[in-house]
């Protein structure tokens, strides 16, 4: 089973800067198969980027993902007041699916 | 527009069960792997289950394997979990969520609580 961390477990920025969150794998994941979900307060989660770096339909370019292996790392460029959010990265490499334990971006 | 909502959620004593629904529509839903996750409040995500499109293989996380079963009903575009033996600890939002390469959709989530 694969055991997600992610880092850091908070992030305080400001509107317009940028955040770069980190999520590192116990062992490869196979094709990429690393997603990240946004959750805002009192919803649902929703799917940003999956394959490590394609955006999900209709998100902002604003978003993006990299990396390969075990290190992942996702980006927003000029945070908006709407992003500030919980996020999770989850592989997806076969069955027994695991997710991060969040980063939490606040002002 | 892709929608899945989950509904059967509510408040269930130790020991009971319950069946939760997840009704989907604007994708094709029997292309699909399908899961279920669950969110205690104010904790993060955890994984329980999922079903292969055409539903003859199924997986499950150790927490749940014996108690929760995932189904499916590609004519209906339904997916199901019935969960048996519910503790206290079960108490959370079920979610179901579509493939992930295919458009990682989620449901608004409903509500478990486990309470005598």
């Known amino acids: 089973e694969i055991v997600l961390t992610q880092s850091p477990d908070t992030l305080s920025l400001s509107p317009g800067e940028r955040a770069t969150l980190s999520c590192r794998a116990s062992?490869?994941?196979?094709?990429?198969?690393l997603a990240w979900h946004q959750q805002r307060p009192g919803q649902a989660p929703r799917l940003l980027i999956f394959?490590?770096?394609n955006r999900a339909s209709g998100i902002p370019d604003r978003f993006s993902g990299s990396g390969s292996g075990t290190d992942f790392t996702l980006t927003i460029n000029g945070l908006e007041p709407e992003d500030f959010a919980v996020y999770y990265c989850?592989?997806?490499?076969?069955?027994?699916?695991?997710f991060g334990p969040g980063t939490k971006v606040d002002i | 527009e892709v929608q899945l909502v989950e509904s059967g959620g509510g408040l269930v004593q130790p020991g009971g069960s319950l069946r939760l629904s997840c009704a989907t529509s604007?994708?094709?839903?029997?292309?699909?792997?399908m899961h279920w996750v669950r969110q205690v409040p104010g904790k993060g995500l955890v994984w329980l289950c999922d079903?292969?499109?055409?539903?003859?293989?199924?997986a499950y996380a150790d927490f749940v394997k014996g108690r929760f079963t995932i189904s499916r009903d590609n004519v209906k575009n339904m997916l199901y979990l019935e969960m048996n033996s519910l503790r206290d600890d079960d108490t959370a939002v079920y979610y179901c969520?579509?493939?992930?390469?295919?458009?990682?959709?989620w449901g608004q989530g409903t509500l478990v609580t486990v309470s005598s």
């Open positions: 969520e579509s493939q992930i390469s295919r458009g990682g959709h």
């Open positions: 604007g994708f094709t839903f029997s292309s699909n792997w």
């Open positions: 079903i292969t499109p055409d539903g003859s293989r199924t």
């Open positions: 062992q490869i994941i196979n094709n990429n198969q």
């Open positions: 394959g490590s770096s």
């Open positions: 989850q592989e997806y490499d076969g069955s027994f699916l695991t």
